[in-house]
């Protein structure tokens, strides 16, 4: 087409060329415009050891911590998500996926197998790394100490591992009769050992016969239920991420077979469960998000010590408990933190 048929044509149609060229070159610098924008946003790495249902409170509150500290999803960060829907095994190729594309920070939240797949991937790597987990990452060796965790990563930490004896004690309370209390150990944490030489160390004091059952997968769970609903006494659940998101499951199978049980997250008594006593993970996960604002802005993960939530919770449910066949006392209702009728 010539010039003239082109401007006749385009004059025809309520545009000449000149304009037509104004707004092509408008719409380039637009275009360009936005693409800078997305390359400048920083991109944070999620990484997860499970799928996104059974963490959305969790993540609920990383995403407040980090709107907290001055950071919006989608508005001025991009976040990069990877689900390991409960293979646990997947961790460390979806840890070097991550680094493979180069996210500005790792953020490794729900327990200690997630940060030591973070930590594994980005070494040697300008990649930091926030974690969020229930026990002492100075005794896995997730960082040199809590004051100066050292390298590139820092985090949250709670009491959920720690207080795993205390979840006993509770439970020999209400089973005052009990000669025996089961725990139940994911064999496959590496938390578990420390954990059940406490919880040993705890039944000697109480005077109580403890028996230990491994379950890292969930056929494994409900044989454990049958048994002790036949031999009597109650359950105790170690502090494990796997454990604790299949909350819902154990619940399910608590008041199927009218055992008592206790775990480390809310989570448990809320799906319908006895009860429960850990840490805050609210209050952990928000944290972290408001760690990984402060990298952004600048701030080096080495100069950040570990933060510890020290605020514990212990949850009952009223209604499991007439299920199951027991009663709180008055003293046992009125320490709990929250009662759910």
């Known amino acids: 087409m010539t010039s003239a048929k082109f401007n006749a044509t385009?004059?025809?149609?309520?545009?000449?060329?000149?304009?037509?060229?104004?707004?092509?070159?408008?719409?380039?610098?637009w275009t360009t415009s936005l693409h800078a924008q997305k390359l400048t946003m920083p991109v944070i790495g999620y990484l997860c050891?499970?799928?996104p249902e059974p963490f959305a409170s969790r993540l609920k509150a990383f995403h407040e911590g980090l709107r907290e500290a001055g950071f919006v999803e989608g508005r001025n960060v991009a976040i990069e998500y990877q689900w390991a829907e409960g293979?646990?095994?997947?961790?460390?190729?979806?840890?070097?996926?991550?680094?493979?594309?180069?996210?500005?920070?790792?953020?490794?939240?729900?327990?200690?197998?997630?940060?030591?797949?973070?930590?594994a991937a980005a070494t040697n790597t300008n990649n930091a790394i926030v974690f969020e987990m229930g026990g002492d990452p100075v005794q896995l060796g997730v960082?040199?100490?809590?004051?100066?965790?050292?390298?590139?990563i820092t985090g949250v930490s709670s009491l959920s591992v720690d207080v795993s004896p205390k979840r006993l004690e509770l439970m020999h309370e209400?089973?005052?009769?009990?000669?025996?209390?089961?725990?139940?150990?994911?064999?496959?944490?590496?938390?578990?050992?420390?954990?059940?030489?406490?919880?040993?160390?705890?039944?000697?004091t109480l005077g109580v016969r403890l028996q230990v059952v491994n379950a890292s997968t969930e056929k494994e769970f409900e044989p454990i239920f049958?048994?002790?609903?036949e031999?009597?006494?109650?359950?105790?659940?170690?502090?494990?991420?796997?454990?604790?998101?299949?909350?819902?499951?154990?619940?399910?199978?608590?008041m199927k077979y009218r055992v008592p049980a206790i775990t480390q997250s809310r989570d448990f008594p809320m799906a319908g469960g006895?009860?429960?006593?850990?840490?805050?993970?609210?209050?952990?996960?928000?944290?972290?998000?408001?760690?990984?604002?402060?990298i952004l802005k600048g701030e080096k993960p080495s100069d950040l010590p570990v933060q510890l939530v020290t605020r514990l919770e212990f949850i009952i449910n009223m209604r499991a408990a007439k299920l199951v066949g027991r009663e709180f006392s008055p003293s046992f209702v009125s320490g709990a933190d929250e009662v759910i009728e």
Not at 10 to 29: F, K, N, Q, W, Y
Not at 226 to 229: H, K, M
């Open 10 to 29: 385009a004059s025809r149609g309520g545009i000449r060329r000149r304009d037509l060229l104004s707004l092509m070159a408008g719409a380039v610098t």
């Open 49 to 51: 050891a499970e799928s």
């Open 87 to 119: 293979q646990y095994t997947r961790l460390p190729a979806l840890a070097a996926n991550l680094v493979a594309r180069n996210v500005d920070i790792i953020v490794a939240p729900g327990g200690a197998p997630v940060a030591l797949a973070a930590k």
């Open 143 to 152: 960082v040199d100490s809590l004051s100066r965790p050292g390298g590139n």
């Open 174 to 204: 209400l089973l005052a009769s009990a000669a025996k209390l089961t725990v139940v150990a994911n064999p496959t944490s590496p938390t578990a050992n420390s954990q059940l030489q406490k919880l040993r160390s705890a039944a000697e």
């Open 226 to 229: 049958s048994a002790v609903a």
């Open 231 to 254: 031999e009597g006494g109650g359950l105790v659940f170690t502090s494990d991420p796997y454990l604790a998101f299949r909350s819902r499951q154990l619940a399910e199978l608590a």
């Open 274 to 294: 006895l009860m429960s006593y850990g840490g805050d993970f609210a209050q952990s996960h928000r944290r972290a998000g408001m760690y990984v604002g402060r």
